[in-house]
């Protein structure tokens, strides 16, 4: 909607032109405002009325959505005024009735894939509400009698539907309508069996095809789950009562009496027209809230049952009718400030808000996360905090413990988005402040540590003070800390990475090796210290175990940011192919095990069979290219990357890819497709395709030097680095290069000397002088 009323104007800046797209949302948000007050009046009377609309204006869920540009709030929206006209209808209304519900049904598909829920929902509710009618007053109806609503009931139902599907379709301009079932390509299992089945492959689907690809992708990620986080637990495929808990948790602790005030009044409501209004707008609820719990593995949000939250405002006008006495009106006003007050108490940061009962919205990052309570909303107000401060502030810190004032967002704190433990060391601290809500201020200081939440698994404090230490330079204090560390927990991975990382700085290879070497397959830091046995290893001189340090790296890189683990057993994968020997996928999975294997020749053939039986499955493309780089044909390599990236994100080209999850550097894969991670970099491939060209070109040697040690590839880097001073031992401005590489990894002593060396070659050299003073600065301290 935003795009077809904005796009006429031009706005100066992407602040203004996202302001004023937001501004469009806000007449939905009124308008299913003043739809729930109309309601509420004619069932509870103007004060009732009343009473909904508060609820309404006055929940940190509207509030909070209702500026935001999604689909929440719009669906919402049409999704309550379809639930009105039908119960106008329902309740002895005349066609038009229908005609209204028929293009509320339509917009509501148009604005959600959800909306497809209410062609199982809207036939039980008449069903139901037409069974209850055909008892009035306790006596039966006759049977000729109760026949005609049934008649028009499904005359109506008949007619909403085939509205609705005519209004979605001119919404898609009728793209490629009545196409059969067969002509898509599908992953979820339901429509992958009907279009694998001969007796309804050919059925004709009365919908456009791009809303059938929207809403197979969809049904797909329903299937195989997202990342999700409810108190201190994480899944991939949801709980049952996620959404129940997100009620608990997110809405007002004056909401939950005051509905059940106006239940008492429903119980014992007489009036048909009120009842079947009650039992619509409940069931609709119900039907919302269990479809999302038991049908769907994505639990990502609240948001994903924001429609059956206005009904149940709706509802709750209904206990004005249930307190009579002045006390009761007392109590009941009472509640009604105090739903109000919670509003007004989180102002303006009403994404993040939570119920009282855990705390209010300084304990909710502790029970739930992403769209919850954090979507970026506050971001700029981060900047302005770290911009402001009088303290050194380090945002979103990684795996390694850093002292001093931390600010981190929510989302990346409870690690929603790994399939690891990354800030377990932070968790056990308490903020001191907050940047509204959704990013948490830590102060992590000696004494903090000593006064932390303790937990059996945490971390000894010796391995906070080491990582202090390595975060000030003092390498040797460094390792007195960790063997402190570890004379009580001999195999802790955090204190061997640390033990590690000082013996690198130090210059203590082997005892680097030994320390790296002990960090199981299982630990966050595995990756890490096989990058740096890579490193070491280069610095030795040894090129084939520094590449295959950085092989194994790569491998577990890219295993662990599956839900499911996958497997390159490739017996497993030649097993299958024996079965079915045209499946593309079986093919690519394969290539990877090859790869993984070191079976290159082999990998190629599988990845490029791959591509061959399914054009549109372009991951293989970006396999095949880090096997063609393994294999130094460097051109071939941009080849196929370039592919990939020129089909990745077309349309048809979509459905054939695992879902996946990317969050700042990191993703999480929720399918059993294999790709590589991370995928080859195009720059640095075109300088190793130019340097196989001009083997000799120092320029060129030192550029690629540069590329892969900001890709933290520091052996290659080395070696790169290190072709280019053989090539050019005059050549001052390498050794100062090479300083820098010894710097990022704390080896001084190794700097200073490659510092000298480059003043030797020229003695006023800027950037020599410069670094050396840095380096003696850092080593002194």
């Known amino acids: 909607t935003h795009g077809f009323l904005l796009k006429q104007f031009e706005f100066e800046t992407d602040r203004d032109r996202l302001h004023w797209a937001r501004v469009t949302m806000l007449g939905y948000a009124l308008g299913m405002g003043t739809l729930v007050f109309i309601w509420a009046s ?3 009377g103007p004060t009732g009325g009343l009473l909904a609309l508060g609820l309404y204006c006055f929940n940190s869920n509207v509030l909070g959505h209702a500026s935001l540009i999604t689909t929440d709030i719009i669906y919402a929206c049409f999704s309550l005024f379809l639930l009105y006209f039908f119960w106008r209808f329902m309740s002895g209304g005349d066609w038009r009735w229908v005609v209204a519900a028929g293009v509320s049904l339509g917009l509501a598909l148009l604005s959600k894939y959800s909306g497809v829920l209410w062609f199982l929902v809207l036939p039980v509710v008449g069903a139901v509400l037409l069974m209850l009618d055909s008892r009035r007053d306790g006596q039966e109806v006759a049977a000729d009698a109760s026949f005609r609503p049934w008649g028009r009931f499904l005359v109506a139902l008949v007619l909403i539907f085939f509205l609705a599907l005519l209004v979605l379709n001119a919404g898609y301009g009728f793209r490629e309508t009545l196409a059969p079932i067969r002509t898509g390509h599908y992953q979820s299992r339901l429509l992958s069996a009907l279009s694998d089945n001969a007796l309804t492959s050919w059925i004709p689907l009365p919908i456009p095809a791009p809303f059938m690809q929207g809403f197979e992708s969809q049904k797909y990620i329903s299937e195989v789950g ?9 899944s991939t495929q949801g709980w049952w009562y996620y959404y129940l808990a997100c009620f608990v948790l997110k809405m007002p602790a004056a909401f939950w009496p005051i509905l059940g005030c106006a239940a008492v009044g429903l119980v014992r409501e007489k009036d048909r027209k009120r009842r079947s209004a009650v039992v619509l707008l409940l069931i609709s609820s119900l039907a919302t809230i269990a479809a999302n719990s038991f049908l769907s593995n994505s639990h990502a949000g609240f948001r994903y049952v924001f429609a059956s939250v206005p009904p149940l405002f709706v509802l709750g006008g209904a206990a004005v009718k249930s307190v009579s006495s002045r006390w009761g009106k007392r109590a009941l006003f009472t509640l009604a400030v105090l739903y109000v007050a919670s509003a007004l108490w989180v102002h303006p940061h009403h994404l993040a808000y939570f119920s009282e009962l855990v705390g209010g919205p300084k304990n909710g990052y502790k029970w739930l996360s992403d769209s919850n309570l954090d979507w970026g909303q506050d971001l700029d107000h981060a900047r302005e905090y770290v911009r402001t401060s009088t303290a050194p502030i380090t945002v979103n810190p990684g795996m390694m413990p850093v002292s001093g ?7 990346t ?6 399939m690891y433990d990354i800030h377990g060391w932070l968790r056990p601290f308490k903020p001191i402040d907050y940047v509204g809500y959704s990013w948490l201020v830590f102060d992590i200081t000696k004494e903090s540590i000593k006064n932390r939440k303790r937990s059996p698994d ?11 230490e390595y975060e000030r330079d003092r390498l040797q204090e460094t390792v007195n800390l960790t063997k402190a560390a570890l004379k009580t927990r001999p195999s802790l991975p955090e204190a061997l990475y640390l033990l590690g990382l000082a013996h690198l700085g130090l210059g203590d290879l082997d005892e680097a090796i030994v320390a790296f070497e002990a960090i199981p397959v299982s630990h966050p830091f595995y ?12 610095l030795m001189g040894d090129k084939a175990r520094s590449e295959a340090y950085r092989k194994q790296a790569r491998i577990e890189a890219t295993l662990r940011t599956y839900s499911q683990r996958p497997t390159v057993d490739v017996s497993r994968y030649s097993d299958s192919l024996v079965r079915a020997p045209r499946d593309w996928k079986l093919h690519n999975n394969l290539g990877v095990a090859f790869w993984a294997k070191g079976r290159l020749s082999e990998a190629e053939a599988h990845l490029r069979l791959a591509a061959e039986i399914q054009p549109k499955f372009v991951e293989s493309l970006a396999n095949l290219a880090i096997v063609l780089e393994e294999q130094a044909r460097f051109d071939e390599a941009l080849e196929a990357l370039g592919k990939y990236h020129a089909d990745l994100l077309h349309v048809d080209t979509m459905p054939y890819r695992d879902y996946r999850v990317y969050y700042q550097d990191t993703r999480v894969m929720l399918g059993d497709t294999l790709e590589i991670y991370p995928q080859a970099d195009e720059h640095v491939l075109r300088l190793k395709a130019q340097l196989q060209k001009n083997p000799n070109d120092v320029w060129l040697l030192n550029q690629l030097s540069a590329a892969l040690t900001v890709k933290g590839r520091f052996g290659e880097a080395y070696d790169s680095l290190s072709r280019a001073i053989a090539l050019a031992p005059a050549s001052s401005a390498l050794y100062t290069n090479l300083a820098l590489l010894y710097t990022e990894k704390k080896m001084f002593s190794h700097a200073v000397t490659a510092c000298k ?17 840095s380096v003696q600065k850092r080593a002194a301290d």
Request: proline letters at 6%; glycine letters at 4%.
């Open 42 to 44: 004619q069932l509870f």
């Open 226 to 234: 997202h990342p999700a986080f409810l108190a201190g637990m994480h």
């Open 405 to 411: 004032r931390i600010l981190i967002n929510a989302t």
């Open 413 to 418: 704190l409870q690690d929603c988005f790994v």
């Open 458 to 468: 945490d971390l000894p404090d010796e391995c906070y003070l080491a990582s202090f």
């Open 527 to 538: 990756v890490d210290a096989r990058q740096n046995l890579s490193f070491i290893t280069a």
């Open 757 to 773: 060396q480059a003043l030797e070659l020229d003695p006023g050299s800027p950037a020599a002088i410069q670094v050396l003073s």
